[in-house]
Nanobody, 115 residues
Framework: QVQLVESGGGLVQAGGSLRLSCAAS????????MGWYRQAPGKQRELVTA???????NYADSVKGRFTISRDNAKNTVYLQMNSLKPEDTAVYYC?????????WGQGTQVTVSS
């Protein structure tokens, strides 16, 4: 069973930066889209950003210009560089790997931005 292991969350002051990583526990072939979602208390999970196997990216309007997604296919890893963090970015962040018609999810990592 493949697991996605996230790291890099934590507490940061507003304006600061964090880098999240998500790696598969074993090699996965043919990963299509990799993405990051987040869920704040009392809110639904939302898509933050995603990157296709061809490197095409999309971002939620709320994070454009501040967050950058990247992937390393050889390492089955996706990254999320978060700059200029705001208190409203506080949430549990989840990574997702789409493989054919199945989505793998990470366990979530807490990101807390203090004002």
């Amino acid at each position: 069973q493949v697991q996605l292991v996230e790291s890099g969350g934590g507490l940061v002051q507003a304006g600061g930066s964090l880098r999240l990583s998500c790696a598969a526990s074993k090699s996965i072939r043919s990963i299509n889209t990799m993405g990051w979602y987040r869920q704040a208390p009392g809110k639904q999970r939302e898509l933050v950003t995603a990157i296709t196997s061809g490197g095409i990216t999309n971002y939620a309007d709320s994070v454009k210009g501040r967050f950058t997604i990247s992937r390393d296919n050889a390492k089955n890893t996706v990254y999320l560089q978060m700059n200029s963090l705001k208190p409203e970015d506080t949430a549990v962040y989840y990574c997702m790997f789409q493989v054919r018609s199945y989505n793998y999810w990470g366990q979530g990592t807490q990101v807390t931005v203090s004002s």
